[in-house]
């Protein structure tokens, strides 16, 4: 089974300052890794996917590592705005259509 | 599209009652996926669907069972509702035959169990 830590547990930051939250794996073999976001009270918003075959994606200010040979992941966020505070989720699985293993997520402030 | 939809939003139950737990996708989809989540805890699988009329335990499936009625539809149900089972419940659904398989994620049931 694939064991997801993510660490901060919490983390507060000023507007305008880049962020970088962690996330590591145990399996190396690892299928898919995404991250999502969670708003209080909500459902998971898919943020970005990263396959085993690639190092990176990236899709606004937001962009994702993956590094299968030390088994982790890394999402930076460039300057940060209060619109992005929310809980952030890192997920892996270990092979085509099998269900994610979650981290606990990173509760993030982004403070004005 | 809607996506995955769930109902009800939010339900409470005495302890010993039973419910069913109704998902449905309109991605044609062939995995579906039921997890819950609990403070500190993370999101846990409880059962997941491969494919139509294909089912299979996840990491705490005790207490509940599911049905995948068709490729669109995956249900769980609460047979004798638990103190232990107040959480919040996520359906999610994906394609495992493309290339990029994002699973995409219901809004929740929040159920409390008294």
């Known amino acids: 089974k694939q064991e997801v830590t993510q660490i901060p547990a919490a983390l507060s930051v000023p507007e305008g300052e880049n962020l970088v939250l962690n996330c590591s794996f145990t399996d190396s073999a690892i299928y898919n890794l995404q991250w999502f976001r969670q708003d209080p009270g909500k459902g998971l918003t898919s943020l970005l996917l990263i396959q085993s075959s690639q190092r990176e994606q990236t899709s606004g200010r937001l962009n994702a590592s993956l590094d299968k040979s030390s088994g982790r992941s890394t999402l930076y966020i460039a300057a940060s705005q209060p619109g992005d505070s929310a809980t952030y989720l890192c997920a892996g699985n270990s092979n085509s259509g099998y269900a994610l293993n979650f981290g606990k997520g990173t509760s993030l402030l982004v403070t004005p | 599209n809607a996506g995955v939809t769930q109902t009800p939003k939010f339900q409470v139950l005495k302890t010993g009652q039973s419910m069913t737990l109704q998902c449905a996708q309109d991605m044609n989809h062939n995995s579906m996926y039921w997890y819950r989540q609990d403070p500190g805890m993370g999101l846990r699988l409880i059962y997941y669907s491969a494919s139509e009329g294909t089912t299979d335990k996840g990491e705490v499936p005790n207490g509940y069972n599911v049905s995948r009625l068709n490729k669109r539809e995956f249900s769980l149900r609460l047979e004798s509702a638990a103190p232990s089972q107040t959480s919040v419940y996520f359906c999610?659904?994906?394609?495992?035959?493309?290339?990029?398989?994002?699973?995409?994620f219901g809004p929740g049931t929040r159920l409390l169990v008294l």
């Open positions: 999610a659904s994906s394609d495992s035959r493309a290339r990029i398989q994002t699973q995409y």
